[in-house]
Structure formats: C-alpha cells, structure tokens
C-alpha cells in the first residue's frame, strides 16, 4: 500500500533553534516529492524534489531527498514565531500518480 | 495567488440536503482537484479531472460526484450530505510543465 510518513506529528520550539522534519514514503511509480506550509488557510508550496542529494534551499529553509533510502527532511534553520505551522509532505506516485500526503508535522515555535 | 477560487466559503447544511462546492481557476490547467481534510487524516483525494469532461475517482469518492464542463470549472456534489462529510475541502490545480499542485482557499462544510 502506497503511503507517506512525516515525523514527528508535532514538535514545540523555541525561536532561534533549528529543527529537522522528516518524510519516509513508501509509493510505487515514485516521480517527486512536494513539502508544503500549511498555517490555518490552504497549502502552500515550498519545494518539489525530484533528484536525490540535491538540495533544494529558500531562505532559512532548505530539503533534501534520499531516493535509496526513500526519505526526505525539511530543515529550518533560526525558527521564527512565523513558522509556526503544520508542514506536509507529499508524494506523486501509485497507481493512479495522484499526489499522497503524509498526515503532517505540526511545528510551534516559542517566543 | 495561484488563479483559484472556491465558493462558498463557509455552508451550513443539513443532512440528506444536496451540496455543491464550485471551482474555478483563472490558468487554463488541465488537471484539477477536490481533497477534503480532516483531523488525523489529513488531505485525501476526493476526485480529480484531466480536462473538460474527464474525471476520476480518487481514495475517498463514495458519496460524492464531480462535473466539469468548462475548463475553468471542478464542480464537486454532495447528492445527500451526511455529518460524515463535515470537512474543509480543498480544490486544486496541477500548475504548468510541473507536478506542483496549487491549493484554492477551501470550503469548510458543515453537515448538521
């Protein structure tokens, strides 16, 4: 069975600290992996990673996807109160190639 | 802003009532989507569609229909709402020559 998995589904910080997201993924017909910021609206896109060691960078943010290993991490470096949110993860693949989410990982950073 | 919209934005409704959720893209893409999101699930697909009257089930689509007779427009009906269907729902669209789904505001529904 095709499935996602984000750990951990939740993790409370403190501003300035740096945390790492994880995504294991388990998709026949893999083609990409998309990480998403979901605060209390819609998703909204962060990266697509297709390529495994390449990492993908915007700002204090930055992923990387292992395709041997079949996981991804998000990383946030010097968290903001702003960064507070609930991140996915989510691949393209099985047997329709319709994307497959993970349940989330909700981040709470402290003042 | 990816070009979407969603209507309404909030529905109160009551069960057995029929429902549509209506989306509209202002990009021309091809590939539109309805997820719904709930606590502990998190997004799962509804029913998507590859183009004007192609459309196709996707993990949860017992007890809902989708229309799409104009590019521009993913019609998603709930023919006889039950409180199992209370959810926000979300559409979105398959941007451009990459995989990257961009998600409209949502709809939350509320089945009493």
């Known amino acids: 069975e095709d499935k996602v998995v984000q750990s951990p589904l939740s993790l409370v910080v403190h501003e300035g600290d740096t945390v790492t997201l994880n995504c294991s993924y388990e998709v026949t017909n893999f083609r990409s992996l998309l990480w998403y910021k979901q605060e209390k609206k819609a998703p909204t896109f962060l990266f697509m990673l297709?390529?495994?060691?390449i990492e993908k960078k915007s700002g204090r943010l930055s992923s990387i996807l292992d395709k041997k290993e079949l996981f991804s991490i998000l990383n946030i470096t010097a968290t903001q109160t702003g960064d507070s949110a609930v991140y996915l993860c989510a691949d393209y693949g099985g047997s329709q190639g319709n994307l497959i989410f993970g349940k989330g990982t909700k981040l709470s950073v402290k003042p | 802003d990816a070009g979407i919209t969603q209507s309404p934005r909030h529905k109160v409704t009551e069960t057995g009532t029929p429902v549509t959720l209506r989306c509209h893209q202002t990009e021309n893409h091809r590939y539109m989507y309805w997820y719904r999101q709930d606590p502990g699930h998190g997004l799962r697909l509804i029913h998507y569609s590859y183009g004007v009257k192609d459309t196709d089930k996707g993990e949860v689509s017992d007890g809902y229909s989708v229309s799409r007779s104009k590019t521009e427009d993913f019609l998603l009906t709930l023919e006889s709402a039950t409180s199992s269907q209370t959810s926000v729902y979300f559409c979105a669209i398959m941007g451009g020559r990459t995989d990257t789904q961009y998600f409209g505001p949502g709809t939350r529904l509320t089945v009493l």
């Open positions: 297709t390529s495994s060691g």
